[in-house]
């Protein structure tokens, strides 16, 4: 039973460029949620895609956005990236009609903007 | 504003003692915690969870307590073993948002052999 994958593992942009990183989900899972992981800090929540739909919303700009493919695969997009968006981004898959199901997550994408 | 908060950034423990992993969390519409344990280049893995109306949950070796009244919890590990050595986050979720995890900034266990 395959886990959630995300790709590519690394990623090394310039400041202004635009970055779009992929997951698929657990098998059997129908919603998709992204985390942002900044060094030495906690993942925090971007947003959250269900029925291809963004379902939920941390506090990110616009500059973050989403897409949920019909397979439940899901792509998020930063635009005009900034230093300060270095981190390591985490996918996490779940099965939204469960109250407090547990999220699954994948082993992340480093992104470096120099 | 960090509403859930691990004020222990790194634990040291003998093989075969056990680990205390504590957690503080200010926002009283919590109402589901899980930990999760992460190994250097992989993602955070699920340990065990535990529901507002229970004060304990037990795994094997693993305990949860949940302190409403405090809002607080602990993890419990019983006995150590050296694969324990990890990142442990602890995490919470409200009613109406049950997928959007709130996270501590996590406390490094090192068991010593």
């Known amino acids: 039973d395959a886990g959630v994958t995300q790709s590519p593992t690394h990623l090394i942009k310039t400041r202004g460029q635009q970055v779009t990183l992929r997951c698929s989900p657990k098998?059997?899972?129908?919603?998709v949620s992204w985390y942002q992981q900044a060094l030495g800090q906690g993942p925090q929540f971007i947003f959250q895609?269900?029925?291809?739909?963004?379902?939920q919303r941390g506090n990110f700009p616009d500059r973050f956005s989403g897409h949920q493919f019909p397979n439940y695969s899901s792509e998020l997009n930063v635009n005009a990236l900034l230093l300060g968006d270095s981190a390591l981004y985490l996918c996490a898959s779940s099965l939204v009609v469960v109250a407090g199901d547990t999220q699954y997550f994948g082993p992340g994408t480093r992104l470096t903007v120099l | 504003d960090q509403q859930v908060k691990q004020n222990s950034p790194s634990l040291s423990v003998q093989e075969g003692r056990i680990s205390i992993l504590n957690c503080d969390y200010t926002n009283s519409m919590f109402d589901y915690f899980l930990w999760y344990k992460k190994y250097p280049a992989e993602g955070p893995t699920f340990l065990i969870s535990?529901?507002?109306?229970?004060d304990k949950n037990e795994d094997g070796r693993f305990t949860v307590f949940l302190n409403k009244s405090a809002k607080h919890l602990s993890l419990h590990i019983v006995p150590s073993q050296p694969g324990d050595s990890a990142v442990y986050f602890c995490?919470?979720?409200?009613?109406?948002?049950?997928?959007?995890?709130?996270f501590g900034t996590g406390t490094r266990l090192t068991v010593i052999p």
């Open positions: 995490a919470a979720s409200t009613p109406t948002g049950a997928n959007n995890l709130f």
């Open positions: 098998s059997g899972h129908d919603t």
């Open positions: 895609y269900y029925e291809e739909e963004e379902r």
């Open positions: 535990i529901s507002s109306i229970k």
